[in-house]
């Protein structure tokens, strides 16, 4: 059940093998030993494959078929700090640059 769970969150999050393994500090060949049950995680990298991809691991253990919900910036930032980040991505390159200067200059 971890092989397949561990998969489905990973792919959830768009995240590659490499990344999840970066982030929760075991590598990609671990990753992919992981999901295609060649190896199981320890206890400590458990825990950190669950922080890595916002879920518990009793989902990854399968004890639960219930992922829990992605963060997403809505969760964290107020409607109009979303929208402006929306815009600030739109942006070409040397508008960014100056955008963030002028931004700088306003936090001094």
Not at 9 to 15: F, G
Not at 59 to 84: Q, W
């Amino acid at each position: 059940m971890l092989r397949t769970h561990l998969r489905k969150a990973r792919e959830a999050r768009k995240l590659s093998q490499s990344v999840l393994g970066r982030l929760a500090g075991c590598g990609q060949e671990k990753i992919s030993a992981y999901e295609t049950g060649k190896s199981r995680p320890q206890y400590q990298t458990l825990i950190h494959l669950a922080d890595a991809l916002q879920v518990s691991t009793d989902y990854l253990l399968g004890r639960t078929d219930e992922m829990e919900p992605i963060i997403t910036l809505e969760d964290v930032l107020e409607e109009d700090e979303v929208e402006l980040i929306l815009k600030y991505r739109s942006l070409p390159k040397e508008k960014k640059i100056k955008l963030s200067g002028i931004a700088i200059g306003l936090s001094e």
